[in-house]
């Protein structure tokens, strides 16, 4: 039905950037909420930032001004730009997507693969 797939994450040391990308496709008719989810290894995941189609936007207070959320809903993409990194961000980072797949239907979440995010101290 809705795929959506990431691209972006990889190895990056304490201090830099990584860029995070997702792009959902199939039967959609609106989506709602669009963003970032991460679990590091023993920790249950949490919320990084999402945002609404109409641009609010939900950011973790552990990433707060040092990362920025944007969407294109015309292409139904979603980016994180990571910046300032630290170790404690190493985990793998999910797409998620609060779809619609038709008109006055209930919108479920869809999940991207995640994307393993390490940073070295």
Avoid at 34 to 63: F, H, I
Avoid at 94 to 102: E, H, P, R, W
Wanted: hydrophobic share 35%.
């Amino acid at each position: 039905q809705v795929q959506l797939v990431v691209s972006g994450g990889g190895l990056v040391q304490s201090g830099g950037s990584l860029r995070l990308s997702c792009a959902a496709s199939g039967t959609i008719f609106s989506i709602n909420n669009m963003g970032w989810y991460r679990q590091a290894p023993g920790k249950q995941r949490e919320l990084v930032a999402t945002m609404t189609s109409g641009g609010y936007r939900n950011l973790a207070d552990s990433v707060k001004g040092r990362v920025t959320i944007s969407r294109d809903n015309t292409k139904n993409t979603v980016s994180l730009q990571m910046n300032s990194l630290k170790p404690d961000d190493t985990a793998v980072y999910y797409c998620n997507a609060v779809v619609a797949t038709m008109k006055d239907t209930v919108a479920f979440d869809f999940w991207g693969q995640g994307t393993q995010v390490t940073v070295s101290s």
